[in-house]
Structures are given as C-alpha cells and as structure tokens.
T-cell receptor, first 118, second 113 residues
Framework: AQKITQTQPGMFVQEKEAVTLDCTYD???????LFWYKQPSSGEMIFLIY??????QNATEGRYSLNFQKARKSANLVISASQLGDSAMYFC???????????????FGTGTRLTIIP | DTAVSQTPKYLVTQMGNDKSIKCEQN?????MYWYKQDSKKFLKIMFS???????INETVPNRFSPKSPDKAHLNLHINSLELGDSAVYFC????????????FGPGTRLLVL
C-alpha cells in the first residue's frame, strides 16, 4: 500500500486564488512527521512546512498552512493568495517512527504539479 | 552561504564508467542522506549516515557505495554505471537522527549514455 498518496498529478490555479494540494498518508505508528517540499523547475527541493503527529495546532509558515486531519489521515497543503512563483512540483512526505532509530528516512508521494495562471 | 552543496551539478558519462558525487553540509548536522529521483519525479531514500555511521541502506545495488569521511561530508560512488542509473541524486541533512526537517542539496543530474 502507498504510504503517501497525492491524487492530483496536476493543478491549474488563477493567480491570487488560494489552492489546496491533497495528501493522505498511511501509517500505524502513533509517532510521525509530515512534510511538504516544493521543487521548482530549477530542480532544487525546498522545505516548506512540517507537522508532527502530536501537534495540536495546524502548522503555518507565511502563506503556507497545513490542514492536518489526523482521523482522516490527511495533511493537505494550503497556499493562500497564490503567486506566479508558486508554480512548481509539490511533494508530501512522511517520516514514521519518530523515536525509532533507523526510521529516519522520508517517504515521498508522487507529487502535484501546480501551475499558476496569470 | 550554501547549506547543503553537491558537486558536480551535472554528470554525463558512458555506461560502465565509475563516478563519484560529493556532498557537504555546513549546518553542523549529524545525519546525512542520499535520495534518488527517477524520470517520473519519484523520490526514494538510498542511504543514511549518522556521525559517519551507516544507519539506512535501502535495497540499492552494491555498485553504489556511500562514504562519509566526517559528519559534514557524504559522498556517493557508483561503479559500472548502467543506463538505469540516470536520475537526479539529492543529498540531504538533518540535525540528528530525530531531526525534524531534512534540508536538501541542489541535486546532481546524472545521465548515463
């Protein structure tokens, strides 16, 4: 079974609109972390936001927020007031077993290509 | 100041050759990683080192050999390159084994002809 599922291979959004990128995850571990990374066309991987499984509040970083619904195992990324520079691939990732050494790896979803239309 | 750097950025080589990719981080992190991104953009862990000790070795052919001379460096050597090795290789680092965030290098684009 896929550990991280991103069901939107591509999205087109008008500039200045808000956009939600979907991510669902599968784990039986009570302790895990969820991440979003941005990969622009230049290729680098840019860390955007992190949510811990025990965090009570949704994470926010500037225009990025993570809509964490633990019971539904979803961790959607919300970008408010989208800009042309937001056009990129976006990857959701999970690290399981936070306290278990040997589980340091990130498992990635297949990504969503976001295109912002002027 | 680059936090995680990789060299070279591009690498084009013939099948059968041996090549190395270098990674350095100046963040003072203890843990470093190698990930491979294939042509469909899928990212997968290859190796992880903590304080020069190998802690993760996913099912990677033994033609791939990581080396960590110190905790700030993690190099990747690939023997007998094959066409299927063509990919983007990312180095990453995190503060320690329980570090929350992994910071990625710019990637090395390897093309095997």
């Amino acid at each position: 079974a896929q550990k991280i599922t991103q069901t939107q291979p591509g999205m087109f959004v008008q500039e200045k609109e808000a956009v939600t990128l979907d991510c669902t995850y599968d784990t039986s571990d009570p302790s895990y972390g969820l991440f979003w990374y941005k990969q622009p066309s230049s290729g680098e991987m840019i860390f955007l936001i992190y949510q811990g499984s025990y965090d009570q509040q949704n994470a926010t970083e500037g225009r990025y927020s993570l809509n964490f619904q633990k019971a539904r195992k979803s961790a959607n990324l919300v970008i408010s007031a989208s800009q042309l520079g937001d056009s990129a691939m976006y990857f959701c990732a999970m690290r399981e077993g936070w306290t278990n050494f040997g589980n340091e790896k990130l498992t990635f979803g297949t990504g969503t290509r976001l295109t912002i239309i002027p | 100041d680059t936090a995680v750097s990789q060299t070279p950025k591009y690498l084009v080589t013939q099948m059968g050759n041996d090549k190395s990719i270098k990674c350095e981080q100046n963040l003072g992190h203890d843990t470093m990683y190698w990930y491979k991104q294939d042509s469909k953009k899928f990212l997968k862990i290859m190796f992880s080192y903590n304080n020069k000790e190998l802690i993760i070795n996913e099912t990677v052919p033994n033609r791939f050999s990581p080396k960590s001379p110190d905790k700030a460096h993690l190099n990747l050597h690939i023997n007998s390159l094959e066409l299927g090795d063509s990919a983007v290789y990312f180095c990453a680092s995190s503060q320690d084994r329980t570090g929350e965030t992994q910071y990625f290098g710019p990637g090395t684009r390897l093309l095997v002809l």
